[in-house]
T-cell receptor, first 116, second 117 residues
Framework: GENVEQHPSTLSVQEGDSAVIKCTYSDSASNYFPWYKQELGKGSQLIID?????GEKKDQRIAVTLNKTAKHFSLHITETQPEDSAVYFC???????????????FGQGTILTVHP | KAGVTQTPRYLIKTRGQQVTLSCSPISGHRSVSWYQQTPGQGLQFLFE???????NKGNFPGRFSGRQFSNSRSEMNVSTLELGDSALYLC????????????????FGPGTRLTVL
């Protein structure tokens, strides 16, 4: 089955700096890669996602890049703010059906701390 | 549009008991997936339901079960609770994709925090 590795497990940056979180996946059939931000008491919020027919996607200060050949994708946050502090999870999914139905395979998470 | 809702938000049970958790998807969403989140294992897929049918199941023992109702609301049940079942249980809903067959975006609820004593 799919395996997703996420690095680093913790990341500490100064306000205004950039933050980069990287994930690798194992299943070449995976074609959908969302990123979630998890805050205590607020659940897991989808912040950006990318599909395998696209190499990069940007939404204001957040961007995601995908390298299908190398099977890795990354989250980039620019001009970080203290409110960006949270746990970030990457995930991978396939539209192949069968054992892929409704299943996201998650990375282990990255605790991002943005210091004012 | 209201998001995914889960009830209860917190639950304390003792070993051997059973528990039922509820999830109401976003209006119009027909697929519900359940996940278990623990510090040691991270987020792990439990099962997925669509049209009242379980289409996919993760690697969890038979003590974990679920169902979906005709209004797409879903429940999951854990019988004979063990200490290791203490976790945050998350449900996520998505619209079933059309013929394009794209893997669909999942929107998560706030979770139910289960503590087994």
């Amino acid at each position: 089955g799919e395996n997703v590795e996420q690095h680093p497990s913790t990341l500490s940056v100064q306000e205004g700096d950039s933050a980069v979180i990287k994930c690798t996946y194992s299943d070449s059939a995976s074609n959908y890669f969302p990123w979630y931000k998890q805050e205590l008491g607020k659940g897991s919020q989808l912040i950006i996602d990318i599909r395998s027919n696209v190499g990069e996607k940007k939404d204001q200060r957040i961007a995601v890049t995908l390298n299908k050949t190398a099977k890795h994708f990354s989250l980039h946050i620019t001009e970080t703010q203290p409110e960006d502090s949270a746990v970030y999870f990457c995930a991978a999914s396939s539209s192949a059906g069968g054992t892929s139905y409704g299943k996201l395979t998650f990375g282990q998470g990255t605790i991002l701390t943005v210091h004012p | 549009k209201a998001g995914v809702t889960q009830t209860p938000r917190y639950l304390i049970k003792t070993r051997g008991q059973q528990v039922t958790l509820s999830c109401s998807p976003i209006s119009g969403h027909r697929s519900v997936s359940w996940y278990q989140q623990t510090p040691g294992q991270g987020l792990q897929f439990l099962f997925e339901y669509f049209s009242e049918t379980q289409r996919n199941k993760g690697n969890f023992p038979g003590r974990f079960s679920g169902r979906q109702f005709s209004n797409s609301r879903s429940e999951m049940n854990v019988s004979t609770l063990e200490l290791g079942d203490s976790a945050l249980y998350l449900c996520a809903s998505s619209i079933i994709p059309g013929l394009a067959g794209e893997a669909d975006t999942q929107y998560f609820g706030p979770g139910t925090r289960l503590t087994v004593l």
